[in-house]
């Protein structure tokens, strides 16, 4: 239990520590004070009765716990890049320069691109005469293809750069997870003479490759790039579709190396050695493998986690005691997470964190359950048996997937029905598929007959996995796209998930605290969160809509897939910014993007201060942006809030989503006329630009819903509108006494939907 908690305040102050940006002094600082708490702890005054009764409560002196939360903060603080000239990065964005070094992974050989780790030794920049020595690995991007191997020593010519940042993923971050903070695209690379590196993993790379080329010629494709994913952690031979399929189904973890295929393996080096050595040797050879595998197949944090929890069960084993516990969980994130304090953002190491605590919560209440459940029903010789694969193969897949799924939620939007049936079907059958196809691979690097008769063995057990992904995969409501969701939705999640397993297991302690007024107020905002969620996720339609603002040409668009778009702007920054806080809702925090067609400052007047509440990721000028205060002022807030600013000229189409295009049809210098293509839809927005001047520069818009604002409709009269035979009119702002017009200053806010053939309209009143 001490462990536990210390283990906790470890990897609480590394969150703290990303979070709060202090000084490394400053948490030193605090350290020490928490250590010097911690020595006088004891003779505490007895007068500090609300220390006493929390010191009763926790299992360590509160000053040790401090110590461990503030010393985890400072590890977290004293990694963050603080770049100096004897950096790489330091000379990141600079312009061209001559890289000498080393590949210090085994080379990424993709489908359409292979990606070399340089650990950097000297850089020349392209105007300076002498080359300086540098420090930093570098992401190097290449063609696919070239003899590159580990440890080569190469010359690179290139520009060093930053590697991109955005709000949706962030690559640069990505690889600073990985210790890289430069990266490369298609440099001129040349091979150098001499090898450096580490001649064991040298010789654990060739291995590698030997142990692939191996696998191709044992099985056919795609079983082979299956098998490659599964036994050696290459998961780049996947055709896409296929490897849809697997994210579809919910069975994407049995591609990758995770805590089940370390769990099969460490009981089968465990029973290989306890029959050849004595049972300490026993153990030791079994943690020998399981990190010589480790290597192997790459050393992600989702493998290293699943190697020490495999290592901390041989050893508990050995001594007699359960490992599968929190305590162990807790220790080897904390260990993993002081090695590496940026792994607590990292996607596979959140799922295989997640995946394992659910198993640890949940996995035996669920198997006593349904053992109490089946012994009422069957003979109890009957009930143990079918205990055990149903545990095995559903009640535990389930505890994962319960405590993975606010995770796989916040990061992808994608919530799997299909994975409750996929997972029974192919569970049961990947303990032969890696025993099988394993046994196989070490056979054919021995001797090829040999391997390629066992493969015959492993293959139906690969193949059937594949057929039933796929034939899972392309049945129809398998899968909910929610869209964009966030951490605040999963941070709730969690609390409600833990507060109930609280209530479930110590429910003396609980239920006092729960008053019915409570539960129902609680249950009441559980289901308006729900339906606030579902009654925004993407339908696979356009949304059209205009915002019931007077004086305004203000439209957001949201695209099949959820994206969420400005087109325009308003004079009154709180009327827009509380019409677009309504139609983002609770979840959605952030513009996708915002189109600003117009240089009036009338109609931009309100758009800053809107942007600094709700903030957009990138920002479109159809125009050329404004000077003066204005200009200004919008610049300011889009940097404020990272937004990307492009300049959308008169020849680009802006792909909002897939299907959906965006392009200038006409400008003038102060305005821009926008054509929104999804399907057979057409939308025009003229923002300004005379029919005259539209009919004249692109004459195939007949036949384009039309949204007028009012400078449209001062410049063109209707008539000249409705000549281009426009099935509907829209108009944002005033109303005009014409039934061919829908307008919002009449019906409030409206909204056009459409799948890109037919389109509906919808108005807050007739």
């Not at 650990?119 to 290449?142: M, N, Y």
Request: proline content about 7%; glycine content about 10%.
């Amino acid at each position: 239990m001490p462990l536990l908690w210390l283990s906790a305040a470890a990897l609480s102050g590394i969150a703290l520590g990303v979070l709060l940006r202090l000084p490394p002094v400053g948490w030193l600082a605090g350290g020490l004070l928490a250590a010097l708490l911690a020595l006088v702890e004891r003779r505490a005054l007895p007068g500090w009765r609300t220390y006493h009764r929390l010191r009763r409560r926790l299992p360590l002196p509160l000053g040790v716990l401090l110590a461990a939360l503030l010393l985890g903060g400072l590890r977290s603080s004293l990694a963050q890049p603080a770049f100096e000239p004897g950096d790489l990065a330091y000379h990141n964005d600079l312009g061209k320069a001559e890289l000498t070094g080393w590949i210090a992974a085994d080379p990424d050989r993709r489908e359409s691109a292979t990606l070399l780790t340089v650990q950097i030794e000297t850089l020349r920049p392209a105007d300076g005469d002498a080359a300086r020595a540098v420090s930093g690995k570098a992401l190097l991007r290449l063609a696919a293809g070239g003899d590159w191997h580990y440890g080569q020593r190469v010359r690179v010519w290139g520009t060093p750069l930053t590697a991109p940042h955005e709000a949706g993923f962030s690559y640069r971050d990505y690889l600073a997870r990985r210790g890289i903070h430069t990266y490369l695209m298609y440099p001129a690379v040349e091979a150098l003479p001499g090898q450096r590196g580490s001649p064991l993993m040298s010789a654990i790379y060739d291995l590698r490759r030997h142990a692939y080329v191996t696998l191709n010629r044992i099985f056919p494709q795609p079983e082979a790039a299956l098998l490659a994913g599964i036994l050696l952690g290459l998961e780049r031979d996947l055709p896409a579709d296929l490897e849809r399929a697997f994210q579809d189904t919910g069975s994407a973890h049995i591609i990758a190396i995770s805590g089940f295929n370390m769990t099969v393996l460490s009981a089968l080096f465990l029973t290989l050695f306890g029959r050849l050595l004595p049972r300490g040797w026993a153990a030791l050879s079994a943690v020998a493998a399981i990190a010589f595998y480790t290597l192997l197949v790459g050393a992600n944090p989702a493998v290293i986690r699943a190697a020490v929890m495999g290592g901390l069960a041989v050893f508990g084993r050995l001594v007699g005691r359960s490992s599968a516990g929190l305590t162990p969980l807790a220790f080897s994130a904390a260990v993993m997470c002081l090695f590496n304090p940026l792994l607590p953002w990292d996607a596979s190491f959140q799922l295989s964190f997640t995946a394992t605590l659910g198993l640890i919560l949940y996995a035996e209440p669920l198997q006593r359950g349904f053992e109490g459940w089946a012994a009422r029903r069957l003979p109890p010789l009957w009930a143990r048996r079918l205990s055990a694969p149903v545990s095995e193969y559903l009640l535990f897949t389930l505890a994962a997937q319960v405590t993975t799924l606010p995770v796989v939620l916040a990061l992808f939007g994608r919530l799997s029905l299909s994975a409750l049936l996929a997972n029974p079907l192919v569970l049961p059958v990947q303990p032969l598929v890696m025993q099988l196809s394993g046994l196989a691979l070490l056979a054919g690097m021995l001797y090829a007959p040999l391997g390629q008769a066992l493969g015959w063995l492993a293959y139906p057990f690969a193949a059937y996995t594949l057929r039933v992904v796929e034939a899972l995969a392309v049945q129809p409501g398998g899968v909910l796209d929610l869209g964009t969701i966030g951490g605040g939705f999963a941070l709730g999640a969690y609390a409600l998930l833990f507060g109930l397993t609280a209530l479930v297991r110590q429910p003396e302690r609980v239920r006092p605290l729960l008053k019915p007024a409570l539960l129902l107020a609680g249950a009441g905002l559980v289901c308006l969160l729900v339906w606030e969620g579902a009654l925004r996720r993407p339908d696979g339609r356009l949304h059209l809509v205009l915002l019931p603002l007077p004086e305004s040409s203000a439209v957001l668009l949201r695209t099949p897939g959820g994206s969420q778009v400005l087109i325009g702007g308003g004079e009154h920054a709180n009327s827009l910014a509380s019409a677009l806080g309504r139609e983002a809702g609770l979840f959605r925090r952030q513009l996708d993007g915002v189109i600003i067609p117009t240089r009036r400052a009338a109609q931009l007047q309100g758009l800053p201060a809107a942007l600094e509440r709700l903030p957009a990721r990138r920002a479109y000028w159809a125009v050329e942006p404004p000077g003066g205060r204005i200009g200004s002022r919008i610049a300011d807030s889009l940097a404020r809030s990272g937004a990307e600013t492009l300049r959308l000229g008169s020849a680009q189409t802006l792909q909002l989503d897939e299907g959906v295009t965006l392009r200038v049809a006409a400008e003038d210098g102060e305005r821009a006329a926008l054509l929104l293509g999804w399907g057979e839809l057409r939308v025009l927005l003229p923002n300004g630009i005379p029919a005259a001047t539209l009919r004249r520069v692109q004459p195939s818009l007949h036949g384009a819903v039309l949204l007028l604002n009012a400078d449209d409709l001062k410049n063109s009269r209707l008539a000249d509108w409705q000549a281009f035979d426009p099935p509907l009119v829209l108009q944002p702002g005033a109303a005009l006494d014409d039934a061919g017009v829908v307008s919002s200053a009449r019906h409030g806010r409206i909204e056009l939907i459409s799948d890109g053939r037919q389109v509906w309209l919808g108005g807050e009143s007739e």
